[in-house]
């Protein structure tokens, strides 16, 4: 799985149905370097981003 929201999302329920899952991000930690310009970690979910997070 990717590590983004939406495949860290799936990573949860396949966990909770008993899979094992690895979890991959292809870019480095973006708090660990420097800043490039155009890239953002800021994060904004409407209510139907939320509710998946809920469950």
């Known amino acids: 799985m ?3 929201l939406v495949g ?3 990573s949860l329920f396949l ?3 008993g ?5 991959y991000e292809r ?3 973006m708090r660990r370097g420097g800043a490039v310009e ?3 970690i800021n994060l904004a979910l409407s209510d139907r ?3 998946p997070w809920r469950r």
């Open 2 to 4: 990717g590590a983004g």
């Open 8 to 10: 860290s999302l799936l």
């Open 15 to 17: 966990a909770r149905r």
């Open 19 to 23: 899979y094992q899952v690895d979890v």
């Open 27 to 29: 870019r480095g930690d």
């Open 38 to 40: 155009g890239r953002s």
């Open 49 to 51: 981003g939320w509710r």
